[in-house]
């Protein structure tokens, strides 16, 4: 009765992942949680694990907000006055 261990490799710093990377680890997160077929322990480092990658997601949302945002600043015409009628 014996059992493999999984095999542990190292998972990337969340604060080197695109969005998408980050999205698609904390949706596999999520699943192997919801499977319950994990020990207490590994559950509660996904948990932490998922935490990180859900502040790097909004980390990188909140940038891009900030940039669309300057971007029509920067654009009359997209500030709201350019007279377009989409105000």
Do not use: F, W
Not at 26 to 55: F, K, P, S, Y
């Amino acid at each position: 009765m014996s059992t493999k261990p999984k095999k542990t490799k190292t998972a990337p710093d969340p604060a080197t992942l695109t969005y998408e990377a980050a999205a698609e680890e904390l949706e596999t997160l999520i699943e192997r949680i919801d499977e319950g077929e994990i020990a207490l322990e590994e559950a509660m480092e996904l948990h932490r694990r998922g935490q990180a990658l859900v502040q790097r997601c909004r980390a990188l949302l909140d940038a891009a907000d900030e940039e669309l945002k300057q971007l029509s600043l920067d654009d009359p015409a997209l500030a709201g006055d350019g007279g377009n009628g989409a105000d």
